[in-house]
């Protein structure tokens, strides 16, 4: 029975852990110490909520006796200096007035878990710091199952996490929404740090570690705040839409052995409706809001593309080619421009494939790119051309660090008939 | 994991009796908070059963029969579909929804099968079946 009620006192915490801490950075200023006074009033929580029962709203309790420690303990510090004077002036205010502690809080809470999303994906931090830092923060993640997601050291992690907390500190930040011309900037870091996160899941296969899928569902709830946070950032919601359309497919994409089942051999059964129904809406409203050519939308507007075709053969390739036309043009990447290559192949033929890659064979950045061979032959393929479709997988093959890859390159070698060698 | 949550209906539901301003409200806002939580991935209310259709199945029969149901508290009056971490949290959210009908009223979570239940179980024959199956069904 203690026990069920300390599960369901640290549920509760677990739920308003991230707007805790929120609250707590933007009074403190301070990240690290609003996580030691979360957690101090998790502990308070613990002792007092067996008997009183939880409150009716618990966030607002947990938040009203962090804030009272970190009262006290600024006043124990005598107002050193003029900042803290000034916090500790600003919140007797707020503290004057109960009642109004509530009301204000179910206003600014999303603003201020919205201020700690900024500051864990700030721009001064590097990439690696900003994926940790909002992981640790808002996803609650521990540094070991970061580690672990990471196939990262724990103590690379932990001490990423204490000097991206130590950078925060330094640069002042009042842990606030950006407002002007800086947000647009500040923006698209967070949304960058999400797709991250996402991204390093989705590259995990169903054979590894489950904490790597986890920080799919990670990066969709996130996405999903930010959404509910910002109702009309485009951006957000083509983010919000990539997510859920790949996700999607998640039952689909892998075999029994691991490896990866592309897009149009997927059994489109087997895909989540439910998640499709969420990701076009997602991306109608992205483009509703004037967001069509963000490059988070365009990328969701492929993934829809194939989302809506109730068969492979009805794939409407010209649409996913002109798609790849804009969105080489918003991200001028190699990776993009030989995606552009494949859907124009599927489109007009291998022909119109084999002249958009004549244009990036010789480009530094795909030299050693498995997929660029592993493409030229299979247009070489379609084409008819065998004896030169069977050199490029098997210079695919060579390439491949992944062996499921070079296996299945190996067998489209083969089937280009001709001597077997090597 | 993902979670159904269903409202039980009450006599005053399937007698289509409709809710308080305050109600709504309130269930506004607690759906507001849900969605800024990231746990909402869908959620609608049902018409009572007076409207509703039932399919029995006997072997080859099938009988159809016409709403209202008698067994009303067993009837779904809406339900939410939510992702979350475990089950504890789906009880955390449900226990701050504010009571859905007018008498005392019950909320069940059940939770969906997901892909990992099967990964175990399964053998490669069981998913060749199933996967025909949804074929004929025309998924």
Redesign the interface.
Known sequence: MADDTHRAIETVFRIERARLIAGLARLTRDVGRAEELAQDALLVALTEWPQTGVPRNPGAWLLTTARRRALDALRHARMRDRKHAEILRQSQDAEDVPAQLDAALDDDLGDELLGLIFAACHPRLSREARVALTLRLLGGLSTEDIARAFLTPEATIQQRIVRAKRTLGSAGLRFEVPRGAARAERLASVVEVIYLVFNEGYAATSGEDLIRPALCAEAQRLGRILAGLLPDEPEVFGLLALMELQASRFAARTRRDGSLVPVTEQDRTRWDRLLIRRGLSALARAEALGGAHGPYALQAALAACHARAPTAAATDWPRIAALYDTLLAAMPTPVVALNRAIAHSMASGPGKGLALLAGLEGLPQLQDFAPLPAAKGDFLFRAGRLAEARACFRQAAALTRNGKERDFLLARAAACGGKNRG | MRVMVMVKATEDSEAGRPPTQELMDAMMKFN?EL????????GDGLKPTSAAKRVHFDGANRTVTDGPFTETRELVAGYW?W?V?DM??A???V?RCPNPMFGPSDVDIRPLYE??DF?EVLT?EI?ALE?KL??EVG?
């Not at chain 2, 969605?35 to 869908?42: D, P, Q, R, S």
Request: aromatic content about 4%.
């Open positions: 507001e969605v800024k939580a990231g746990i909402m991935l869908a579909i992702q971490k504890d949290e009880v955390a959210w226990k892909m990992e990964s490669p998913i996967a949804r074929k998924g």
